[in-house]
């Protein structure tokens, strides 16, 4: 499932007519740890039945991330070798939330740690990249230890500043995806993890609207309810990278959906009369 959907795809991306196109990055290093980081997502199974669905939630989010990245890197054009390590960074990106939520029980960092970090620990313990030139381990560390910060810092090398980017875009088209499954599903068929337990109540914060109208991205740590949680999640428009990532968002009504779940007052209003606009001033 997870595992063959994953490999069938990153096979299938690599070798199209079994020529070997990267330089960088040989085929049997790419195939080698994909395989061990799926033996490695794969051996967390839990006999709670919310704990597993949310491994199968993460195992999901992987596979599709892994998908979108390869979407958006192809859209830019970019080299074969930088396909790859997109599709890499992906699969790793939040290898970390496996151990979080058998640890903690929570997907919420500010009450266990920064899942970015876990992700790089497992990384560096289990040495699946040490065979990768030192270039091509830098930007998968630092993308995937970007991938969650609430900015790239302008002054990283080029590279690390696109692999951040495609993570990021790739991450937040899939989070919108769930998100927005989710409002759609009955109160007591919620998953409390994903919405990290943020409490549900129809009260928004006054500083996470006042963030989302002036065209900024709430920090995670300021959320206290689930509607303050969809505003985030209507402001992730305002940190998207790519035309491809707009017109996604744009076709998907992510925004439209985002407002539907929420209760109606000028606040909301503003809110996604702000975020719409910049999605359509992006696609123009
Ligand atoms: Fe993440």
């Avoid at 991205?217 to 305002?238: E, S």
């Avoid at 491809?244 to 809110?271: G, H």
């Amino acid at each position: 499932m997870a595992r063959q959907t994953i490999l069938n795809k990153t096979m299938n991306n690599e070798m199209p007519n079994n020529e070997i196109i990267a330089s960088d990055i040989s085929t049997e290093d790419y195939n080698t740890i994909c395989n061990k980081v799926l033996d490695y997502i794969l051996s967390f199974t839990n006999e709670d039945e919310t704990t597993q669905k949310n491994f199968i939630l993460k195992r999901e989010h992987t596979n599709r991330v892994t998908g979108y990245s390869e979407v958006l890197s192809r859209n830019l054009g970019i080299e074969q070798d930088d396909v790859l390590t997109a599709q890499l960074i992906a699969l790793m990106h939040d290898i970390g939330r496996f151990n979080q939520l058998e640890q903690y029980n929570t997907f919420n960092d500010s009450q266990s740690e920064d899942h970015a970090q876990m992700a790089l620990d497992i990384i560096r313990e289990k040495r699946w990249i040490n065979n990768l030139p030192d270039h091509v381990q830098e930007y998968i560390i630092k993308a995937i230890y970007y991938h969650n910060k609430l900015f790239v810092p302008k002054n990283e090398n080029e590279k690390t500043v696109l692999h951040s980017r495609i993570i990021r875009d790739a991450d937040k088209i899939d989070i919108l995806d769930i998100a927005i499954k989710e409002y759609q599903k009955k109160p007591g068929d919620r998953n409390d993890k994903f919405t990290l337990e943020l409490e549900e109540k129809p009260q928004t914060t006054k500083n996470i609207v006042k963030a989302v109208i002036n065209g900024k991205l709430p920090d995670k740590k300021n959320l206290k309810t689930v509607n303050d949680f969809k505003l985030m999640q209507m402001a992730y428009v305002y940190d998207i990278n790519y035309k491809k990532t707009f017109s996604i968002i744009n076709q998907k009504q992510y925004l439209k959906q985002l407002f539907d779940s929420l209760p109606k007052n000028d606040d909301v209003f503003e809110a996604y009369r702000k975020t719409k606009i910049h999605v359509e001033n992006q696609l123009i």
